[in-house]
């Protein structure tokens, strides 16, 4: 009787390693849902700021990975109500920033400008715009060193690491010999 458990077991399994891989190329961002959750004129403004945290030079900057959904989909999905306040919160205090300081709007300033304003917010006394600015940097550097540019072009990611080196000698060093 148990026999035959395991087998079933074992079979479960075998069945459902080999589905996997039929499963997980399904994937399209279409099948997982937009992201949603902001108007588009915030989403743009999100997109521009992870830009400006990390700008597009001769590497694809953070909007062009799509880095502000990435952190859209992080605080929809897996962080609480918090920090889903902040974001909004955030997001206005930024646009207000930018036209209190340089009488415009955050899209509108340069990249100097742009910088200033993140560093006002990430200085600011208000706990919900820091922790804005705090969440929201911590996530562009997540989503951008976990894109496929990045592990694929920077990082030189290898499925699997460290290789096996059977014939190396070993390092010999003498017992009288000091460090």
């Not at 200033?116 to 715009?129: G, W």
């Not at 989503?143 to 460290?162: D, I």
């Amino acid at each position: 009787m148990q026999r035959r458990s395991a087998l079933k077991s074992i079979a479960g399994a075998i069945g459902g390693l080999v589905s996997l891989p039929a499963w997980a190329n399904g994937w399209t961002p279409e099948s997982i849902g937009s992201v949603s959750g902001l108007p588009a004129d915030q989403q743009t403004l999100l997109g521009e700021i992870v830009e400006t945290i990390i700008p597009e030079t001769d590497t694809p900057g953070a909007k062009s990975l799509k880095v502000h959904q990435f952190a859209l989909r992080m605080i929809n999905d897996c962080y609480g109500e918090p920090a889903q306040t902040a974001l909004t919160k955030g997001l206005a205090a930024t646009e207000e920033t930018a036209r209190q300081t340089y009488a415009k709007a955050f899209a509108a300033c340069d990249a100097t400008q742009r910088t200033d304003v993140l560093s006002k917010l990430s200085a600011s006394t208000d706990e919900v715009t820091k922790r804005f600015a705090g969440l929201i940097k911590n996530l562009t550097i997540q989503g951008y060193m976990n894109s496929e540019y990045y592990l694929t072009n920077v990082a030189k990611y290898v499925m699997a690491p460290g290789f096996y080196h059977g014939c190396v000698p070993a390092p010999t060093r003498s017992l009288t010999e000091k460090k």
